[in-house]
């Protein structure tokens, strides 16, 4: 990457050439100067950790053999992986704004093939953390692996019946990705959510309540501000089954005519509460 001071004079007026043919957009610009985050906790998300690259094959190779070791159906591997990211996060703006903050994410995982009459399944698992202590041991992982891709083997077909359906919770991105997108303030002024009407109504059980802590100490979606410098608040996103919250970014919300909520770039730490969680 290009940070000489030429570079960056290039990368601006290239933006001002392009601006000149797009047409007036009111909603657009920076955030909302009181919404911005001009004094960031620090949320412990730095911990870096010298790993050799001998070190990250001992560890890989590690939960790979637990897992091949783990069940004489585990007939192959795709093998063990060790990740280790160092990051550095600035934003400054017109208003005034200027702040950064450092942080790391360790991983590893495995993944393996079982096999059981004439029926192969493959699946995964890992552990991650801002800090390596926080990682589950390569045998851990190894174990997780054999026992999440032997659990595919056999399925069965149910008939046709009402029933409750109990979730693992490896499907949670998935579900809740629906709820995200269909409640971020682009897909709501766009009127292209099937939740369109439903701010301050009940769209699930009245037993679950949806939190978000963005200021979670060490947290994997753990940060501040969002990517628009807008200060992260801890929110109730559901509130005993009542939809609480739009999703915003500053352009969406004066799309709206409301206030942005932090959540350009995504959200941030979502925890599920509720009778018997």
């Not at 439903?198 to 947290?219: N, V």
């Amino acid at each position: 990457t290009d940070l000489s001071p030429q570079a960056i004079a290039r990368t601006v007026q290239a933006a001002l050439d392009i601006a000149r043919y797009t047409s007036p957009d009111p909603c657009a610009g920076v955030a909302d100067k009181e919404l911005l985050a001009f004094d960031a906790p620090d949320l412990d998300l730095f911990h870096p950790a010298e790993v050799s690259p001998d070190e990250a094959i001992e560890l890989a190779a590690r939960a790979e053999q637990a897992a091949l070791q783990a069940d004489k159906r585990i007939t192959n591997t795709e093998g063990g992986s060790f990740n280790s990211h160092y990051g550095v996060k600035v934003f400054g703006n017109s208003h005034g704004m200027l702040q950064g903050y450092c942080s790391t994410r360790h991983s590893l995982s495995s993944c393996v093939i079982a096999e059981e009459n004439g029926d192969m399944e493959r699946d995964y698992a890992y552990t991650i953390g801002r800090a390596m202590s926080d990682l589950q041991t390569p045998e851990w992982v190894g174990a997780d692996c054999a026992r999440r891709t032997l659990s595919r083997l056999s399925p069965r077909k149910l008939s046709t019946m009402k029933a409750p359906v109990i979730f693992a919770n490896e499907v949670a991105t998935g579900l809740f990705g629906h709820l995200v997108g269909a409640i971020a303030g682009g897909s709501v002024y766009r009127k292209s959510t099937f939740l369109l009407d439903s701010l301050g109504k009940q769209i699930l059980p009245d037993w679950l309540t949806i939190e978000e802590h963005p200021h979670l100490l060490k947290g994997l979606a753990s940060t501040p501000f969002d990517s628009e410098g807008v200060r992260t608040e801890r929110r109730d996103i559901i509130k005993d089954g009542i939809l609480t919250q739009w999703l915003l970014t500053s352009y969406s919300a004066r799309k709206l005519g409301l206030k942005s909520t932090g959540h350009a770039g995504g959200i941030h730490n979502w925890r599920i509460a509720g009778q018997g969680l």
